[in-house]
C-alpha cells in the first residue's frame, strides 16, 4: 500500500475528527440527541415534527459547511468515477442498509461507539467489512 503524500494531510483530518466529535458531544450533550444523519432526515419526515428547527439547522450546516469553506479557500476537487445509475443504486443500498442497521456510519459509528454501544460497534464492523469486500470486489475481480 502507497500512501499518496501529495494529497495526505493528516492535519486538516485531525481538525476534521475533533469537528465531528466536538458537533455529536454538543448535540446529545445539550439537546439530548444523537448525530445520526439518517434519523435526523428521517425525523423530518415523520409527524409530529416539534423538533424541526433543530434538525434543519444540523442539515443546513452541513449543506452550508463545504459551500462555505470553498468560497473561502480552495474548493475541494470531487472525481466521481461513477455513472447515475451506479450512484442511485448505491444510494438506495445504504438507504436500505440504515434501516436494517437501524442507523447509519454516523449514528453508530461515531456516537454509538463512543457511548460503548455493542450493537453500534457491530453495525460499524459490519458497515466496514462491506466497504472492504465491495472494493476488493469492485478493482480486482471486476476491474473498475
Same mark, same amino acid.
Given at each position: ?22 458537533? =455529536?458531544?454538543? !448535540? #446529545?450533550?445539550?439537546?439530548? %440527541?444523537? @448525530? ?6 428521517? +425525523? ?45 443504486? =448505491?444510494?438506495? !443500498? #445504504?438507504?436500505?442498509?440504515? %434501516?436494517? @442497521? ?6 453508530? +459509528? ?35
Amino acid at each position: 500500500m502507497l500512501i499518496d503524500l501529495a494529497n495526505f494531510t493528516p492535519g486538516l483530518s485531525l481538525a476534521g475528527g475533533l469537528v465531528i466529535g466536538v458537533s =455529536a458531544a454538543v !448535540l #446529545v450533550l445539550f439537546n439530548g %440527541r444523537i @448525530a445520526g444523519i439518517s434519523g435526523i432526515l428521517g +425525523g423530518l419526515l415523520t409527524l409530529p415534527r416539534s423538533d424541526m428547527a433543530w434538525r434543519l439547522v444540523f442539515l443546513a450546516g452541513l449543506i452550508g459547511a463545504p459551500v462555505i469553506a470553498g468560497l473561502l479557500g480552495k474548493p475541494a476537487a470531487v472525481d466521481i468515477q461513477a455513472s447515475w445509475g451506479e450512484i442511485m443504486v =448505491a444510494g438506495f !443500498l #445504504v438507504g436500505l442498509g440504515t %434501516r436494517y @442497521a437501524s442507523g447509519c456510519t454516523s449514528g453508530h +459509528g461515531v456516537c454509538g461507539i463512543s457511548r460503548g454501544s455493542v450493537r453500534s460497534l457491530v453495525a460499524t464492523i459490519t458497515f466496514m467489512a462491506a466497504g472492504f469486500v465491495t472494493v476488493f470486489i469492485q478493482r480486482h475481480l471486476i476491474g473498475g
